[in-house]
Structures are given as structure tokens and as C-alpha cells.
């Protein structure tokens, strides 16, 4: 196995997690580039002993760097360490942005630097308790040919397990992961305010096994779990729904009728809800969005 020295610009809840399980697979950390406070103490608690130094000096003492910064500054962080000479030919270059790929990390590659683009599909709360989250997970990667084999080591050493992204995919692989995860933060938030003002004094609880269940089964058989009034065509359970959540949460209305229009599509392209049925929940929806305030 190839051991690396690796050096972290951008030691966030990402970088900070993932420099500690490189060294625990033995790697050595030689240098963490943070200025935040926050940052300063994950370096402290994750990586202990690691000298915090500039961004081009942690490029320059590594021969592996990880940049994991934000996206909207990964360009100009890329383009600043190359020309400065911070990065150089031979050196391997990481970034861990689930949209980008290896194009961000033109101007690296043009000074002979080895570039990849290793994402991690999963959230981080920049603690130890990441560490054994990242066993099993999947790292959404794009490289050359030529780095295929140190990309696949990286994965192994982080614990996880590679998916293999093309270029031109990057952006429709990030709004996935978007899509289901932050998305499904809003959807649930929304559920707990209305159980709660549905009188529940532990919404959390009443939804975890149900959303527990319908996850499990939704990866597992796709489109064959949906369940509820959308599939059954119940009109007037639909219906009532809305007239509560518009009484009572409005500011979830749209999301509703969004996610209620979607499921109908589904279900009536498989062949699951007759289409006179399709028809007049679509009525109650459209009836529904038209009393929707506008936004400003």
C-alpha cells in the first residue's frame, strides 16, 4: 500500500473527518489549513498534533492534497495554489465536491499535478462519531485512467466504496443526493410541525418507524411502495388533507401539492390508479394551488 503525505486545505466537518481515517489507515496528516475557530478545533480534536499552517504551505509539505473547502471556492483555491507553485507536477490533488469534477482542477492539471474528484455520499457532523460512518459508504469518484488504481486505494483506506461517475454526470449525481437527503430533511420537518400541531408531543417518535419502514422499502422496491390516499385514489382523504394543512401549516401546501402531483404520475404510469380516479384528485390539487398565496 502506498502511503501518502497528506496535507488538508480546508479542514471543515468533511476535511477534518476524512484526514483522520487517512491516518488511521497510515497515512501521515503533515499539515491542516483551517481559520475558522471551528475548524482550528477540529484539527485539534480529530488530528492532534498536526501543524495548522497556510493554504500554500500545507500544499507544499504534501504530496497528497485534499481541498475541501466549499464549491464556490474551490475554482479560485485551485487556480491561486498553482499559480503560486503551491501545487506541483506529480503531486496528487483531491477535492471532495460532489458537483464538480476533474474540470475545477484544470489548472492544477496543467502544472502535471494527478487530479481526482472522491466525494463522499454521506452527511458529516465534523466529530468522531463520522468515523465509523464512513465504513460502507459510497464515494462518488471521477478520475483518469491513470489514477484509477490509487483512486480505488483511497476508498479502501477511508473505508468505503466507490462509484464510478463520469464527468459530464458530476452535477446529475450531486442533485441526486441533494434531491433525497436535503430534501427529505424539509419533508420531514414539515411532517413533525404538523403532527405537533396535530397535538402530538413527540412527532419525532410517531414518525421514525413509519419513516424508518417506508425508506427501507422504498430502496429496496422503488415505485412498488408507495402506499396512502394518492395510490388508493382516495378523493376526498386528499381533499381534507389539504383543507387542514392550509388551515394549519400553509407554508407546507406547496410542497404537498408537488409531491402529490408526482406520486399521481407514478402511479398512473404503472398502471396502479385508473385514470377517471387520476383525473379528480388532479381537480382537488389544481382547485387547491389556486388558493395558494403568492409569494413575493
Request: hydrophobic share 50%; proline share 5%.
Amino acid at each position: 500500500m502506498t502511503q501518502f503525505r497528506v496535507g488538508v486545505v480546508g479542514a471543515g466537518r468533511v476535511g477534518a473527518v476524512l484526514a483522520a481515517a487517512l491516518r488511521t489507515a497510515g497515512h501521515e496528516i503533515v499539515a491542516a489549513a483551517g481559520e475558522s475557530d471551528a475548524s482550528r478545533g477540529r484539527i485539534e480534536s480529530l488530528l492532534p498534533g498536526t501543524p495548522v499552517m497556510k493554504p500554500s504551505d500545507a500544499a507544499r509539505a504534501a504530496d497528497l492534497l485534499l481541498l475541501t473547502v466549499p464549491d464556490d471556492m474551490l475554482p479560485n483555491v485551485v487556480a491561486m495554489l498553482s499559480a503560486s507553485g503551491a501545487i506541483r507536477e506529480g503531486q496528487l490533488v483531491v477535492h471532495t465536491s460532489g458537483a464538480h469534477g476533474l474540470a475545477v482542477l484544470a489548472d492544477a492539471a496543467a502544472v502535471g499535478a494527478r487530479t481526482i474528484a472522491l466525494h463522499p455520499a454521506m452527511t458529516f457532523t465534523g466529530t468522531e462519531v463520522d468515523l465509523p460512518r464512513l465504513r460502507d459508504a459510497v464515494f462518488g469518484v471521477t478520475a483518469g485512467e491513470g489514477e484509477r488504481a490509487v483512486t480505488e486505494q483511497l476508498v479502501a483506506d477511508l473505508g468505503g466504496r466507490p462509484m464510478w461517475v463520469a464527468e459530464d454526470k458530476r452535477t446529475l449525481y450531486h442533485a441526486g443526493l441533494a434531491h433525497g437527503a436535503n430534501h427529505l430533511v424539509t419533508l420531514v420537518t414539515q411532517a413533525m410541525e404538523m403532527l405537533a400541531a396535530a397535538g402530538g408531543d413527540s412527532p419525532a417518535d410517531t414518525l421514525r418507524p413509519l419513516l424508518n419502514a417506508a425508506l427501507d422499502n422504498a430502496l429496496a422496491h422503488g415505485d412498488a411502495a408507495l402506499t396512502g390516499p394518492i395510490v388508493r385514489g382516495d378523493v376526498e382523504t386528499v381533499r381534507a388533507h389539504l383543507v387542514e394543512i392550509t388551515a394549519n401549516a400553509p407554508e407546507t401546501v406547496p410542497s404537498y401539492l408537488s409531491l402529490a402531483r408526482a406520486t399521481l404520475d407514478r402511479v398512473v404510469t404503472d398502471g396502479r390508479l385508473l385514470p377517471i380516479r387520476a383525473a379528480k384528485l388532479r381537480q382537488v390539487l389544481a382547485a387547491a394551488e389556486q388558493k395558494v398565496p403568492a409569494r413575493r
